[in-house]
């Protein structure tokens, strides 16, 4: 089980100190395999999002917008079509709505009820700012 104290405090058990949670230790016995909160086992997705916004030290809203962007531009500069192509946009909510189906998949797994909104707020962050690019460099002659 994950259990947060004050640093001042000292942990229970087999407890290692997280350079990035500032104030807090993350008491975590558990492998990153097999972490679990509220005792049912994460996937290997859950766990590697949870490890990027330890290790980025931002919160998931601003991971979701800087995947987004990450991926339009990776797309941009592969397929060099420039911001007037289509497949950026679509390739940015393609692995918004696959990040989303295994976020749903999970929920299901662990008999949670399905974060309908949340997926929609995730998908929403992530296709933002990569969306108003495109549609900045099809439309206008401010992004070429």
Known sequence: MLRIKASGQQPAGNARRDSHAGPFR????A?????SLG?????????FKHELVHVAA??????????????????????????????APLAVFVVALIGELLDLRDE????????WGASLHDIANTCFWPLLLWLLGRYTRIVK
Not at 31 to 35: I, L, S, V
Not at 39 to 47: E, K, L, N, P, Y
């Open 39 to 47: 005792g049912m086992a994460m996937s290997t997705f859950q766990s």
């Open 31 to 35: 492998k990153a395999g097999d972490a």
């Open 108 to 115: 299901m797994r662990h008999h949670e009820a399905l974060k």
């Open 58 to 87: 931002l919160s998931k809203d601003a991971l979701h917008i800087y995947v987004g962007l990450a991926v339009f531009l990776l797309v941009v500069a592969v397929h060099r079509r420039g911001l007037r192509s289509g497949l």
């Open 26 to 29: 993350c008491d975590n016995p």
